[in-house]
């Protein structure tokens, strides 16, 4: 191995106890050959550090080419990961998603019964409501027709009594408070009774009895009420009995006309 240049630049180290030789003088080194050493030393250092260089590029260069596989070994790895936990994944997924499709048209078909259900109650109800409403209209009208000839009675006789005496008066107050409580009674259920007397003739209110001409009133007018009509909020709970107008009659001229073509028949 070569010396070091500073140990070449001082030169050996003198013994302390050695005498010069005899004839030897003392020579300054050659120049020349410093120098050739010198470069010969610095080809060395250059050689070590080409090596040196040469070494750490080829290992830059593995490091690098390590660190690249290193990172798709790790990206393989990952995506094998991946792929594994997907492909054990997947089919669960697919499961689930049949069932999810299984329950959305359970509950469509669920929801479908349910609404139809709903709308048949509330149809039920609503008809349940009418029928119990009209068959609770028809005990009324059909109870309370049944107690109308008794008030017509009522009606009648008080209008036909004339008491004369005290004792007489006060029945009669006592069957006239009786009445009244009993159309007291009516209206507080609804029940009016029909003014039918000058109104033109409605076949929906009255029932015709008569019809006989009249001077005082036109044609299909109610001149007189026979038995009085009953409504019960408005619903016909009986129908007035009437005598209509047919309005005026012929003139005595006009029926003598009409009764002289039989008479030229018979001449005939």
């Given at each position: 191995?070569?010396?070091?240049?500073?140990?070449?630049?001082?030169?050996?180290?003198?013994?302390?106890?050695?005498?010069?030789?005899?004839?030897a003088e003392?020579?300054?080194?050659?120049?020349?050959?410093?120098?050739?050493?010198?470069?010969?030393?610095?080809?060395?250092?250059?050689?070590?550090?080409?090596?040196?260089?040469?070494?750490?590029?080829?290992?830059?260069?593995?490091?690098?080419?390590?660190?690249?596989?290193?990172?798709?070994?790790?990206?393989?790895?990952?995506?094998?990961?991946?792929?594994?936990?997907?492909?054990?994944?997947?089919?669960?997924?697919?499961?689930?998603?049949?069932?999810?499709?299984?329950?959305?048209?359970?509950?469509?078909?669920?929801?479908?019964?349910?609404?139809?259900?709903?709308?048949?109650?509330?149809?039920?109800?609503?008809?349940?409501?009418?029928?119990?409403?009209?068959?609770?209209?028809?005990?009324?009208?059909?109870?309370?027709?049944?107690?109308?000839?008794?008030?017509?009675?009522?009606?009648?006789?008080?209008?036909?009594?004339?008491?004369?005496?005290?004792?007489?008066?006060?029945?009669?107050?006592?069957?006239?408070?009786?009445?009244?409580?009993?159309?007291?009674?009516?209206?507080?259920?609804?029940?009016?009774?029909?003014?039918?007397?000058?109104?033109?003739?409605d076949p929906?209110?009255?029932?015709?009895?008569?019809?006989?001409?009249?001077?005082?009133?036109?044609?299909?007018?109610?001149?007189?009420?026979?038995?009085?009509?009953?409504?019960?909020?408005?619903?016909?709970?009986?129908?007035?009995?009437?005598?209509?107008?047919?309005?005026?009659?012929?003139?005595?001229?006009?029926?003598?006309?009409?009764?002289?073509?039989?008479?030229?028949?018979?001449?005939?």
């Amino acid at each position: 191995m070569a010396s070091s240049p500073m140990s070449d630049l001082d030169g050996p180290a003198p013994a302390a106890s050695q005498e010069p030789q005899d004839g030897a003088e003392d020579q300054p080194g050659d120049p020349a050959a410093r120098v050739a050493q010198l470069e010969q030393e610095l080809a060395g250092l250059k050689e070590q550090h080409d090596n040196l260089n040469s070494q750490y590029m080829r290992l830059a260069a593995d490091f690098d080419n390590y660190r690249k596989r290193q990172s798709r070994d790790l990206e393989d790895q990952r995506l094998q990961i991946t792929c594994t936990t997907l492909s054990e994944i997947l089919p669960v997924v697919a499961q689930l998603e049949q069932e999810l499709a299984g329950l959305k048209e359970q509950h469509d078909n669920l929801n479908s019964q349910y609404m139809r259900l709903a709308a048949d109650f509330d149809n039920y109800r609503k008809r349940q409501s009418r029928d119990l409403e009209d068959q609770r209209l028809q005990i009324t009208c059909t109870t309370l027709s049944e107690i109308l000839p008794v008030v017509d009675n009522f009606d009648r006789a008080r209008q036909q009594l004339n008491p004369q005496h005290e004792e007489a008066q006060s029945l009669h107050r006592s069957y006239q408070g009786l009445y009244k409580q009993l159309v007291d009674v009516f209206k507080q259920l609804g029940v009016a009774p029909m003014r039918v007397e000058g109104e033109p003739f409605d076949p929906t209110l009255h029932e015709a009895v008569l019809r006989e001409p009249s001077d005082q009133h036109p044609e299909d007018v109610v001149i007189e009420e026979l038995q009085r009509g009953y409504q019960l909020n408005g619903r016909v709970l009986r129908h007035a009995l009437v005598k209509v107008s047919m309005g005026p009659g012929p003139a005595p001229g006009s029926a003598v006309e009409a009764a002289e073509p039989p008479a030229q028949e018979q001449a005939d």
